[in-house]
């Protein structure tokens, strides 16, 4: 098996793993417990939580643990949203947020609040001005995703952040895809409130933290228990959160050598499809993308029949976020960028990791040349095309 989808999840890795083990049946007890066995499990929350902070150059007791980025992502708005609504009911995002921030937005415009939905270039990056000329009074949240999942585009988070601070506006960044792939500072970037998860960085699924910068007056969102400074109730999921701990632990010990790797990757799979297969279109910033992410679309074929052979011939791949996999809808992120239906339909995503090799890439390489050519083989519209076009480039876009 070939994996190239981890932006929808990646493997747990073994030291992650060995680190969790313990918790699950020697190290048990509650954390909220005052014996012995309790105060081990306590201990490991602290140092988890210690580990996190140090990464984002926050202080210990701005992280608050969850159980994912989706649960983050609404805690951010959800919460701002309540307790700022006095200043008021006015939000910023863009409109290719992953679906966690989207569809929270939706859920409180029907709560009265009013949402502005800026747009972004070709290439995925959201428009400075566009933004600024967003901005009202009335607003009190601008939220932005740092990179994005499906092409993995790079957004100017300082600058943007840079711009609330002056406005005295809060800023949250959804940084699922970002955290631990790239080094964040969050004084640096200006930013008040972050999501991530633990799965994406080879952590544990059902794991993930918000970043609340100290002095911001955001309410609960789970009630029940004094649980994350009486912030989130319910007991701790101690092996989770200590595997979240080991992974970004990992993921900062091996950035440097891991982003040279993935980076050459990513860059050589996106020249030998240039190359050698025809009639395609990169997606994203070519440059200020995710060293992992390669995005294309394919003209004349559908992309879920890409990924069933692909499938076939072992290669795990995407056709976008893994929280829309089934909708028959195409990316909302590559309309947005202004592709067609068309092409957003023949979208393909791979997302690499440092286990992959360019032996692997050129096998990928071979097997989607030879899929999309079985597929265009078997489309009229391409026929059509071939007859019309002649000789002549076509229009991809």
């Not at 600024?132 to 952040?161: C, K």
């Not at 649980?227 to 101690?238: C, D, P, V, Y």
């Not at 489309?379 to 071939?386: G, T």
Request: glycine share 8%; proline share 3%.
């Amino acid at each position: 098996m070939i994996y190239l989808d981890n932006a929808a999840t990646t493997r747990t890795a073994p030291e992650v793993v060995e680190a969790m083990l313990p918790y699950f049946s020697e190290n048990y007890g509650n954390a909220s417990s005052i014996y012995s066995l309790g105060c081990a499990s306590k201990k490991a929350l602290n140092q988890a939580r210690r580990t996190l902070a140090d990464y984002l150059g926050a202080r210990q007791e701005e992280i608050y643990f969850t159980a994912g980025g989706s649960e983050a992502d609404n805690w951010a708005l959800k919460a701002t949203a309540e307790a700022y609504r006095e200043k008021g009911k006015h939000i910023v995002t863009t409109r290719i947020e992953h679906h966690a921030v989207l569809h929270t937005c939706e859920y409180l415009e029907k709560q009265g609040f009013e949402v502005t939905y800026v747009g972004v270039d070709e290439n995925g990056i959201v428009d400075l001005a566009e933004l600024e000329a967003a901005i009202r009074p009335d607003t009190i949240l601008i939220s932005v995703m740092f990179a994005n999942n499906e092409v993995g585009t790079l957004q100017p988070v300082r600058e943007i952040g840079q711009l609330a601070r002056d406005r005295g506006i809060l800023f949250h960044t959804d940084a699922v895809q970002a955290f631990g792939q790239l080094p964040i500072r969050v004084d640096e970037l200006h930013i008040d409130m972050l999501s991530a998860s633990a799965h994406k960085i080879n952590g544990p699924k059902g794991v993930g933290c918000l970043y609340i910068r100290s002095g911001l007056k955001l309410r609960s969102l789970i009630h029940g228990g004094a649980q994350e400074r009486s912030r989130r109730a319910g007991t701790e999921n101690i092996p989770g959160i200590v595997g979240f701990g080991k992974a970004i632990e990992r993921a900062v010990r091996m950035m440097p050598e891991k982003t040279q790797k993935e980076t050459e990757l990513r860059d050589y799979l996106i020249a030998r499809i240039e190359k050698e297969i025809p009639y395609c279109r990169l997606n994203g910033d070519r440059s200020r993308r995710l060293p992992g992410n390669v995005n294309f679309s394919f003209r004349f074929i559908e992309g879920e029949s890409l990924l069933i052979m692909l499938d076939m011939k072992g290669i795990c791949g995407s056709s976008g976020s893994a929280c829309t996999s089934g909708a028959l809808d195409p990316s909302h992120v590559l309309l947005s960028m202004g592709l067609s239906h068309e092409m957003a339909h023949g979208s393909l995503r791979l997302t690499l990791s440092e286990e992959n090799t360019r032996e692997e890439m050129d096998t990928v390489v071979e097997a989607i040349g030879e899929i999309v050519g079985k597929l265009r083989a078997m489309s009229p519209l391409y026929e059509d095309f071939l007859k019309s076009a002649g000789s002549c480039s076509p229009d991809i876009s």
